[in-house]
């Protein structure tokens, strides 16, 4: 019996996605991330993501799949048991908005003069820009 459940995104660009997964691998012990792979789950039971990242625990994987323009997190949550998916979901939305909104600065032209992040996590970028 399948357990994969999927969780509504707002991501819509898969090579921003893919930098934030990156960004966020050892915090949540994620392993290689793979396309257009099996997302593992109970019993050995699978299904198709676009983007999936192994975890620790065997057997059981993490992906993003296409759908309706965004991309659905689904994973098996039973046998995640040390990743908590709002923790996940929330340090995702914000790696995957630091990566576009950098590079929408970078197309307009401003340069990174410096990058902060608090102790709340919270990031604080200085741009600037030639006249």
């Known amino acids: 019996m399948s357990h994969f459940s999927t969780i509504k995104t707002t991501f819509v660009s898969k090579d921003h996605l893919k930098k934030a997964l990156q960004d966020v691998t050892n915090e ?8 257009n792979a099996m ?5 050995g039971s699978a299904t198709r993501a676009d983007i999936v990242a ?3 625990n065997k057997g059981y994987d993490i992906g993003f799949r296409s759908e309706n323009g965004a991309y659905g997190l689904v994973a ?3 046998g995640i048991k040390d990743i908590d998916k ?3 979901t929330n340090r995702l939305s914000q790696r995957y908005a ?3 909104v950098k590079e929408k600065l970078e197309e ?3 340069s990174f003069v410096e990058e902060e992040v608090t102790e709340e996590n919270t990031i604080h970028l200085r ?4 006249v």
Do not use: C, M, P, Q
């Open 98 to 100: 630091y990566h576009a």
């Open 28 to 35: 949540f012990g994620l392993g290689n991330i793979r396309e």
């Open 127 to 130: 741009v600037r820009r030639a």
């Open 39 to 43: 997302v593992g789950g109970y019993g």
């Open 76 to 78: 098996d949550w039973y």
């Open 86 to 88: 709002d923790s996940l």
């Open 108 to 110: 307009k032209g401003f």
């Open 54 to 56: 192994g975890t620790r």
